[in-house]
């Protein structure tokens, strides 16, 4: 007897069969070294991309650059703020900058370090305090600054003198 139309008797079973087998052989270490050439190739060209994507474009312009320069005036520092204010008191003094913007600079500096060791926490005397600056001053002077005027006694305490009134007036006097 057989069931459907398969032909095959009741109560026979089919021989198990076996999946082929395939032959062993080196291919996973071709595939890693086709994996390691497709990553190397990969990596190549990214870093292509990159170096193009980084590469100065304005190196490579057509057009010519042009750069604007304007003068400005350059004023000497009116009665304006703290500095335009020790600035003026040290005019009055004769004590002039020559129209230097770095004598100004310098002689601000003097201002405020004036301030700085006259205030606590560690005060120094005012006879200390002008004796420093005249000495830094003249020191600029021997180093060969023909712009610095030389001081004398006098004019490093004007100048510290111009600096607590604008600066620090609350120096204990």
């Known amino acids: 007897m057989t069931t459907g139309d398969s032909g095959v008797p009741a109560g026979a079973s089919l021989p198990h069969q076996q999946p082929p087998r395939r032959p062993s ?88 370090h004036t301030c700085f060791s006259l205030l606590p926490p560690k005060p120094q005397p005012l006879d200390s305090t002008v004796n420093n600056i005249l000495a830094a001053e003249n020191q600029d002077v021997a180093a060969g600054d023909p712009w610095l005027p030389t001081f004398t006694h006098d004019d490093a305490e004007h100048l510290a003198q111009a600096a607590i009134r604008v600066y620090c007036p609350n120096v204990p006097k």
């Open 25 to 112: 052989s080196s291919k996973p270490v071709g595939v890693f070294f086709g994996a390691a050439s497709i990553a190397i190739a990969a990596l190549a060209g990214l870093s292509a991309v990159g170096v193009y994507l980084l590469r100065d474009k304005t190196a490579s312009t057509p057009a010519p650059s042009y750069v604007t320069v304007t003068a400005t005036p350059t004023a000497p520092a009116s009665a304006n703020g703290a500095d335009g204010l020790f600035l003026s008191a040290l005019a009055t003094y004769g004590i002039a900058d020559n129209g230097t913007e770095a004598v100004r600079q310098r002689f601000m500096e003097f201002g405020h």
